[in-house]
């Protein structure tokens, strides 16, 4: 029965790899659509020399602004010089004027085992760079007093360390030290990307078959960064209005759903600014999301991977949870990022936690043991997180290029008559093609995805892996490929609408038939 759903694995096969329950669960792909995805790689669209390949629009990754992010790598860089002490003692390399190998390559500290957080001098310039870009800025949250924290006579709050370390750990390279306006580096955790900060963090925080609540539609691959290791089970939460986000009334169905079957919710998860919606939470969605978390012992963990990929900062605001929670997160908030989306390197595997409560850090980095970013990769990304004027330079040019593709994507489904919601971040369109489909259920987007595969050579993101209960909802990933490679596929989808719409899907698929027949 194992094998039933694990495409060319026979019986016979599971009993000759002597593999464990756990080894065989693994053969499924994380994803119901990387094979297509695969296919995509192997046969890819060129407008000159392969017009006809595959145009993979279903992975989130952001390949416009990799040449500028090259760029800055290859020639000689001038980050802002870093004047802490190493965890050896030792000061670290000034960088100035150096290139990206002698800056990974120069420090004995990369070469030799060191703290499993992360390097020293990295997470100084990593929670500066948080700082700058996530904790300060104009506006803020409502008193932290309105979420029923409780706080002492002096202000501290529970789960709040006294010591906050030595003078190094606490220096900061801007003027304000004080506590609640930085973030601190002993509050910082280094892992191999955002799926790696999940996985650790579902593993010492809860136990086996423990459920997470995370709002519906969501990221297709949260399931596999819960279950592969921690064993966790997700939760949808569905909503009356899905781009404003969860109401206190909806996460309370949601938890007793899960409290009939006997099962214990011991996490929430966010996204914000939300994939695959690209919409921005407001700020009290979010406070009365973890508010109401609070008054239940369950965590928040709010994932801002895509923070900064604002289409128009100057018009729509994002705020951090952490400056939402004025830098108090207490115990049972934690925040991550990762270089993936908004600096277009998921390549480099570079993940970022960031939690107050230091006996889960204490335990991650134990854990963490096993996915430690390689040292010369942490010091070359320190470099460019601490270069302000690259870093404010780099995003301005990013968000022009999410602008350009995000308005060839809508433009294009608005001639073929295709709802869509209209993003304010992110890297993807989510739309509505159930009018396309031969039948308006599950099996229906299955249908019509295959179709698009075959016949147009274009693979989205379909809605059912994201867990949307509406069938014929798609997530167009406008970042993944060249601006001239996004208008050849939203011209296959606009040509396969009208043969929809004209033809119909009896005769379509008959068609299909004798073409594959004739070939035969």
């Not at 670290?92 to 004027?97: A, L, N, Q, V």
């Not at 007093?145 to 370390?165: C, T």
């Not at 407001?282 to 369950?298: E, H, N, P, V």
Request: charged share 20%; proline share 4%.
């Amino acid at each position: 029965d194992t094998c039933d759903s694990i495409d060319g694995v026979t019986s016979d096969d599971l009993v000759s790899s002597m593999m464990s329950r756990r080894g065989i669960e693994s053969l499924n792909p994380l994803l119901s659509y990387m094979g297509s995805h695969l296919k995509c790689l192997s046969d890819p669209c060129h407008p000159d020399t392969n017009p006809s390949g595959y145009i993979s629009l279903c992975v989130a990754e952001n390949k416009l602004i990799v040449p500028e992010l090259s760029k800055r790598l290859l020639q000689l860089t001038t980050p802002e010089t870093v004047t802490s002490t190493t965890t050896t003692g030792a000061a670290p390399p000034s960088f100035s004027s150096f290139s990206s190998s002698h800056i990974m390559f120069s420090g004995i500290e990369n070469f030799t085992y060191n703290d499993t957080r992360g390097l020293m001098h990295v997470r100084m310039q990593v929670a500066r760079f948080l700082t700058r870009n996530f904790l300060q800025g104009d506006g803020g949250g409502r008193s932290i007093s309105a979420l029923g924290a409780d706080a002492d006579a002096d202000g501290k709050m529970d789960g709040n360390v006294e010591d906050q370390g030595n003078a190094d750990t606490n220096a900061d390279t801007d003027t304000n030290t004080d506590e609640k306006n930085v973030v601190n580096p002993d509050h910082v955790l280094l892992t191999s990307g955002g799926a790696s900060v999940l996985n650790l963090l579902f593993f010492t925080l809860a136990e086996e078959k423990d459920v997470v609540l995370i709002p519906a539609p969501y990221y297709a691959a949260f399931e596999a960064d819960m279950k592969a290791f921690a064993g966790m089970v997700p939760c949808e939460v569905r909503m009356a209005n899905p781009s404003r986000g969860p109401t206190v009334e909806e996460l309370e169905v949601a938890l007793k759903k899960v409290e009939q079957q006997g099962s214990k919710v011991k996490a929430l998860l966010l996204t914000n600014p939300n994939n695959p919606l690209g919409t921005i939470y407001g700020s009290d969605i979010l406070l009365d999301s973890i508010a109401w978390a609070r008054g239940k012992k369950i965590h928040t963990v709010v994932d801002e991977i895509y923070a900064l990929s604002v289409h128009n900062p100057s018009i729509t605001t994002f705020k951090s949870v952490t400056q939402l929670l004025n830098n108090n997160l207490q115990n049972d908030v934690h925040m991550l990022w990762a270089l993936s989306k908004d600096l277009g390197a998921s390549g480099f595997r570079f993940g970022i936690l960031y939690s107050q409560n230091t006996l889960l850090l204490r335990a991650l980095s134990t854990l963490n043991n096993f996915s430690t970013i390689p040292h010369p990769m942490q010091t070359i990304v320190g470099s460019i997180l601490s270069d302000d004027n690259f870093m404010e330079s780099f995003l301005d040019h990013s968000r022009e290029m999410l602008r350009g593709s995000y308005a060839i994507v809508t433009r294009g489904l608005e001639e073929m008559g295709c709802p869509y919601v209209e993003a304010e971040a992110g890297m993807f369109v989510y739309c509505d093609l159930s009018e396309l489909l031969p039948s308006k259920d599950e099996e229906g987007e299955v249908v019509f995805a295959g179709y698009v595969e075959r016949v147009g050579r274009v693979v989205m993101t379909p809605g059912a892996s994201q867990r949307d209960d509406r069938p014929g909802m798609f997530r167009i990933c406008y970042t993944s490929t060249s601006v001239e490679i996004l208008k050849i596929a939203m011209g296959r989808l606009k040509d396969l609408e009208e043969k929809i719409r004209d033809v119909g899907w009896a005769s379509l698929l008959e068609l299909e038939t004798l073409s594959v027949d004739d070939r035969g």
